[in-house]
């Protein structure tokens, strides 16, 4: 078994993340009218968000994505309300995983964009990066679709419809006659195992669940489960990489549960993938995990790594 070396105290917010320091929800509030509305005014006269409530997610996030980004972003309903913090450590890891890449231009393909296609917008407005956004399900495409159009950004992103939720890249590298290189792919999984009775479950004794969420918990079923859970989704992907070694040069994933970490890490071992490396994303009470793989001669920064 690989063990990581794990310190939840050691690594804080990326440092360039422009949500490090909380932000000034009443000048917000005072900017913007529909975040405003779900907004509770204390006797101090400042604002407090309620981040339990779902529709306060959903306004908080569709603000800050036009504050900081001037990003103009709606969800499907019923679907998942990304928490912004979070995405944005993944991009910078991202970011920093190209660096020492120097290129010009680059491609990158995110698994599962959602209805908000966050990631790929995020990528491409933020860094210009060139995204292929995959998605199986089919609301989520048309408003990934229209979240695109509405910022402007129909020349760097594409959202394709993935045909089949048991595949990865195989649909869309076999139709692609160009065979282009992409330089990462990122993954937020379902992380769900929808062969469970009970997928959300509420042990939070049971390691193989997730602890109780300090936000409202947003998402439809179809999207936060998959048959065997975030451990098979990744497998998945980690088995196509095998047979996509040179298409993509840096394969990633984030990890909703600690304890599948290791699982990924022996799988990756067993299959004989050296060239590892794993991060932590901390934002508030919450963490994630992330792991990234490569089979390009260039090692992986091991800063974060696992031994
Ligand atoms: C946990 S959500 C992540 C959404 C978005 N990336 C985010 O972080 O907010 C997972 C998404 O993957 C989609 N999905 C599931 N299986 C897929 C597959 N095989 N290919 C592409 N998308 C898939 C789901 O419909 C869902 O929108």
Redesign the pocket.
Known sequence: MVKTKGNAKKFGMHPRNVLRQPPDYTKLAIKYKDFRKECELELNGKVSVNFRNENTLRELTKMLLKEYFDLNVDFAPG????TLA??LNYILWLEDLMEPLKLKEIKGI??????????SLLGAKKNGWHMLA????LQ?IEYARENVKKSQLEDLIEVYA?P?????FKSYFEKDQQELQYHFCL?????FDSNLSNPFGGNTRNPERRPAPNNART?SQ???T?VGGEVR?VQ?IIDESLENKLRVRIFTT?LGVKANLPRILDYLKERQVANVTTTEFHQGHTTRWAVAWSFHAELLSQERSCS
Do not use: A, H
């Not at 995110?110 to 990631?119: E, L, N």
């Not at 089949?164 to 990865?168: L, Q």
């Open positions: 679907s998942l309300v990304p979070l995405r995110d698994i599962g964009c959602g209805s908000s296609c966050i990631y995959l998605e199986s399900k989520n993935q089949e939720k048991t595949s990865i993954c937020n999984p379902p992380f998402g179809e999207e936060l998959c989704f998945r984030m």
